[in-house]
């Protein structure tokens, strides 16, 4: 059965001209011509590599139409209008709807490219069964999907698991914070990362772990016993603290 909710918490952009492909080609993690098969998962870093924004983008006719957190769109506009110079790009707001759902996509949805638990998305009207908006919560933490857990201008969107969330293309060439990001990949071990742990207790959003008195990370989303925690994988090990929680990887 088809069941969906409008996703109030989305904004689209719409980024048109010419020169949109290879602009936007030249700033998000993955690879413009993928889309020629589908919407992809994409983020935009900083210089120094770090996490600023995520979102999907997928073909629109003559446009490419970015997915974004709500709160986020004016600022992700005003990053990407720094970076346009003479470039034939135009971006405006399009006010189409979100849409987020499970079962048979309806006509024009399409598949979260993150994962398949994630069920399907759709850029305008829908009219079908509702689903309860905390539906994917569950779902996200079960499968280590970073949400909330994406920190500007602090996470690595390797840490936070964004090359098994087909979020990133290591042969597209160059794009802002890529080199740091292939370093990342080719040259280090990753010491840091998302995981799911499992909660015995409570303990607020962001609060801080630590085991043997010494600090481990932070925890973040929890949904009943289970959470997503950013941990060194050094120190996480046995039984960890988060408030009055007590914490084991899942």
């Known amino acids: ?14 980024i048109s001209g010419a020169d949109r492909q290879d602009f936007l080609q030249g700033l998000v993690s993955n690879d413009l011509n993928k889309l020629s098969s589908g919407p992809i998962y ?26 974004v957190a709500a709160l ?9 209008s720094m970076y346009r110079l003479r470039a034939d790009v135009q971006i405006e707001a399009d006010e189409r709807p979100v849409w987020r759902g499970i079962g048979a996509p309806p006509k024009g949805g399409f598949a979260d490219p993150r994962h398949a638990a994630m069920g399907w998305r759709l850029y305008g009207e829908a009219l079908i069964a509702p689903l309860p908006e905390d539906h994917f919560e569950a779902l996200r933490v079960e499968h280590i999907i970073p949400e909330p857990e994406l920190v500007e201008n602090e996470t690595y969107i390797l840490e936070a698991g ?17 080199e740091i990001t292939a370093r990342m990949k080719h040259k280090t071990e990753l010491k840091k990362g998302l995981r799911r742990v499992a909660v015995q ?50």
């Open 1 to 14: 059965m088809t069941q969906g909710y409008h996703d109030k918490a989305r904004q689209l952009l719409r």
């Open 42 to 67: 994409a983020a935009l870093l900083s210089a120094q590599g770090k996490y600023l924004f995520d979102f999907f983008l997928a073909a629109d006719g003559e446009a490419v139409l970015i997915d």
């Open 72 to 80: 986020r769109a004016p600022a992700l506009a005003q990053r990407l």
């Open 162 to 178: 964004f090359e098994r969330l087909n979020g990133v293309d290591f042969r597209k060439g160059c794009y802002v914070g890529q």
């Open 201 to 250: 207790g409570e303990a607020e959003f962001g609060s801080a772990i630590s085991a043997n008195g010494k600090p481990v990370g932070t925890l973040y989303t929890v949904v009943g016993e289970n959470g997503l925690a950013h941990l060194r994988f050094d120190r996480a090990q046995g039984e960890m603290q988060a408030g009055s929680a007590t914490l084991t990887l899942a």
